[in-house]
């Protein structure tokens, strides 16, 4: 059973950074895709990155720039590097993964084990 567990939320300033983790377990990491996904308060869950099995990477165009997705396939451990927060990236960031090799990487409806999630929280 593959298990998702997000590190990292808190609260920061407004153009302050945070680094999320993800500890991946239950199957081998590198074969798949991984990504995160948030939800704001009242608002659908959106896509923010994603890394596919390969190490190409997406991004939602409202963190382009901002944002970094990496991955430790040693260690089975998705990151989000978060850099020039803004107040409206403030939702519970949750950590994915499919159960299939070849999906659109920014679909949460691919994915199919989630994390519990972590609050994030940007104030001004």
């Known amino acids: 059973q593959v298990q998702l567990v997000e590190s990292g939320g808190g609260q920061v300033q407004a153009g302050g950074s945070l680094r999320l983790s993800c500890a991946a377990s239950?199957?081998?990491?590198?074969?798949?895709?991984m990504a995160w996904f948030r939800q704001a308060p009242g608002k659908e869950r959106e896509f923010v990155a994603a890394s596919n099995w390969m190490g190409n990477t997406a991004y939602a165009d409202s963190v382009k720039d901002r944002f970094t997705i990496s991955r430790d396939n040693i260690k089975n451990t998705l990151y989000l590097q978060m850099s020039s927060l803004k107040l409206e990236d403030t939702a519970v960031y949750y950590c994915?993964?499919?159960?299939?090799?070849?999906?659109?990487?920014?679909?949460?409806?691919?994915?199919?084990?989630w994390g519990q999630g972590t609050q994030v929280t940007v104030f001004s």
């Open positions: 239950g199957r081998t990491f590198s074969g798949y895709a």
């Open positions: 994915a993964a499919p159960a299939a090799r070849w999906i659109d990487i920014t679909k949460s409806t691919n994915y199919n084990y």
